[in-house]
């Protein structure tokens, strides 16, 4: 049983550029969650999605940030007009909503020039 | 305020010794869940343990115990037996509420040093 994947591990993206992070969550995880940590930080909750749906946005930025959880297809966080403060490692973790745990990713690190 | 509180940066210990990481909480829910996950220089979290608020005994998971004290909102972990392995940075979490689908949120992290 997979666990939860994340791809790709690791992004370079200059500034102004688009930054698509994916996250593939745990089989039978209908639950995903975003989380960013800043270098020497722990990790900060950005948005909570159920399948085509998005639960709770509110540690999202209002601008340049939006993620989907289609139907189909792994959930996408997007960054548009990357700037060298969204440099991070993005993590995402998946339940089924029933238990308390929250299995998570290895995480994307996204450096930005 | 912050809702979660690690106050030791670094600790350092030796091995088989036992360490205790410390972590605060602070919520008005009277229904939450604690947990540490454990970060080695790799990158992943690792989930060690949880506690959640009604239960009674302290949770053990191996070599990992967590001394949950409510009335102190202290959720402190005990690793005992160090190891070179468990050199890593720990982070203390809580999820608020009793809802399972609720974000953690988590403290600013340990750095736990294991030396031989």
């Known amino acids: 049983n997979a666990g939860v994947m994340q791809n790709p591990r690791h992004l370079v993206r200059r500034r102004g550029q688009e930054a698509r992070l994916r996250c593939s969550p745990m089989?039978?995880?209908?639950?995903v969650y975003w989380y960013r940590q800043l270098p020497e930080e722990g990790l900060k909750f950005m948005v909570y999605?159920?399948?085509?749906?998005?639960?709770?946005e509110s540690g999202m930025p209002k601008e340049r940030f939006s993620a989907e959880f289609p139907k189909e297809g792994p959930s996408i966080l997007r960054i548009q007009q990357v700037v060298r403060g969204d440099s991070a490692a993005y993590f995402c973790?998946?339940?089924?909503?029933?238990?308390?745990?929250?299995?998570f990713g290895p995480g994307t690190r996204l450096t930005v020039l | 305020a912050q809702k979660i509180t690690q106050t030791q940066p670094g600790m350092f210990v030796q091995e088989k010794e036992a360490v205790t990481l410390d972590c605060t909480y602070d919520?008005?829910?009277?229904?939450?869940?604690l947990f540490w996950y454990k970060q080695p220089s790799s990158g992943e979290m690792i989930f060690l343990i949880y506690?959640?608020?009604?239960?009674?005994q302290n949770a053990t998971e191996g070599r990992y115990s967590l001394n949950f004290q409510k009335a102190r909102k202290s959720a402190n972990l005990v690793i005992s037996a160090s190891q070179l392995g468990d050199s890593a940075m720990y982070f203390c979490?809580?999820?608020?509420?009793?809802?399972?689908?609720?974000?953690?949120?988590f403290g600013k992290g340990t750095t736990l040093s294991v030396s031989s």
């Open positions: 973790a998946s339940s089924t909503g029933q238990g308390y745990e929250q299995f």
């Open positions: 089989k039978g995880h209908s639950h």
């Open positions: 999605l159920q399948k085509e749906n998005i639960i709770d």
């Open positions: 919520t008005s829910d009277q229904s939450y869940g």
């Open positions: 506690q959640g608020s009604y239960d009674e």
């Open positions: 979490a809580m999820r608020e509420g009793g809802q399972a689908g609720t974000a953690l949120i």
